[in-house]
């Protein structure tokens, strides 16, 4: 904005400067037409004012490529308007700039979404150390190491570590570490399964050497063998599965110990 504005001052000054020229040029000839008719009719003056009329002419040719007065002033005038007119959309452009600019909205890596993406880990491979994933995981091979998955986690393998997913099925495997799910564990027949076990659902059918600690139901299939206590909402224990612990329904609706309290206050 000072660029335009020290311009704009400059060309003023400069149509100032014309403008009196060309004013004092219009009121010169004015006085001579005048003169012309007040003056008596003869030779001598109309040889004079035909040498005065030529000297007049002379002075006011320009020479060939240059602007007489004029036409700078209107020049200038004009430049003065275009500069007007680029000062306006000079200034309109920060509030353009402002309706396309907006803030971006701030981007979290904290939170982690499930992918779709399923890793597997192929017979005869074997992995040591943690694994992280977004997507759910096929393990069929050994993994020595903790595993943290978004997705699901299927075990026909074998895994030395804890293991944490939405969703844990083990087939004919081995784990020997925690178990924690969000969701539900599935124990098949003859896995084998040396640690606790965390989630919200449990189908045990397989063995398991820990404690079970489950907020919704737990089925106890025919062929399952627990060894350590169970915390549930409720119990399902079919013939034949084998257990070696205290069970507590530590999450049902319903409290014992209140319930026997109250009914021996009302008595």
């Known amino acids: 904005m000072g660029f335009f504005s020290d311009l704009k001052e400059d060309l003023s000054q400069a149509v100032n400067e014309v403008a009196p020229e060309e004013t004092v040029r219009e009121q010169e000839a004015k006085e001579m037409e005048t003169a012309q008719s007040v003056l008596p009719e003869n030779k001598d003056f109309q040889a004079d004012e035909t040498d005065l009329g030529s000297q007049i002419a002379v002075e006011e040719e320009v020479p060939e ?14 430049l003065l308007e275009q500069i007007d007119i680029q000062e306006q959309d000079t200034a309109s452009e920060p509030e353009a700039v402002q309706e396309i600019k907006k803030p971006a909205p ?10 779709d993406e399923v890793a597997v880990v192929t017979a005869g491979m074997k992995i040591t150390g943690d694994l992280v994933s977004d997507g759910s995981m096929n393990v ?3 993994i020595e190491g903790n595993i943290d998955i978004m997705g699901k986690l299927n075990v026909t393998g074998s895994i030395v570590g ?46 398991v050497k820990g404690d079970i600690d489950v907020h919704g139901p737990v089925v106890l299939d025919t062929s399952a063998i627990v060894m350590g206590n169970i915390k549930s909402r ?25 319930f026997f309290e109250d009914l021996k206050k009302k008595n």
Request: glycine share 10%; net charge negative; proline share 1%.
């Open 162 to 207: 804890n293991s944490k997913a939405t969703e844990i099925y083990a087939e004919n495997a081995n784990i020997s570490g925690e178990v924690r799910s969000d969701g539900s564990v599935k124990i098949g027949q003859s896995s084998v399964i040396i640690g606790n076990i965390f989630a919200n659902s449990a189908v045990i059918a397989g063995a």
């Open 234 to 258: 409720s119990v399902q224990i079919n013939n034949g599965a084998v257990i070696e612990g205290m069970c507590s329904q530590c999450y049902a609706d319903v409290n014992p110990t209140s």
């Open 106 to 115: 701030e981007v979290s890596f904290a939170g982690r979404s499930v992918s």
């Open 65 to 78: 490529g240059k602007m007489n007065n004029h036409d700078m002033a209107d020049t200038l005038e004009s």
């Open 140 to 142: 069929i091979g050994t």
